[in-house]
Nanobody, 124 residues
Framework: QVQLVESGGGSVQAGGSLRLSCAAS????????MGWFRQAPGKERKFVGA????????TYGDSVKGRFIISRDNAKNTVYLQMNSLKPEDTAVYYC?????????????????WGQGTQVTVSS
């Protein structure tokens, strides 16, 4: 089993920045990819980005490319989501997720483990 704990959400004005953290514990050696998803009220959960565990290769959803950056701290088993130039449409609950295999990063159904979610609110 793998446990994921997110932190760092909050409220910010448009144009500001926030950094989310996702600390993984348990059988982290089994992980292949760590991803971030978000879900706004009344909408489906959407892919934000992901990082491959073995070589730090990253991929991002179109709506956040050039604004969000995913990174990883090996020693802390922690993944970060740096969010810059935030917009009101970025408001959502952000979820950290992890998967043990597969090459499809953008589908939430392929992830094995999920964090509890953290709220990000961007005001105009």
């Amino acid at each position: 089993q793998v446990q994921l704990v997110e932190s760092g959400g909050g409220s910010v004005q448009a144009g500001g920045s926030l950094r989310l953290s996702c600390a993984a514990s348990g059988r982290t050696f089994s992980l292949n990819v760590m991803g971030w998803f978000r879900q706004a009220p009344g909408k489906e959960r959407k892919f934000v980005g992901a990082i491959r565990w073995n070589d730090d290769t990253t991929t991002y959803g179109d709506s956040v490319k050039g604004r969000f950056i995913i990174s990883r701290d090996n020693a802390k088993n922690t993944v970060y989501l740096q969010m810059n130039s935030l917009k009101p449409e970025d408001t959502a609950v952000y979820y950290c997720a992890a998967k043990t295999g597969g090459s499809v990063y953008g589908s939430s159904s392929t992830y094995n483990y999920w964090g509890q979610g953290t709220q990000v609110t961007v005001s105009s």
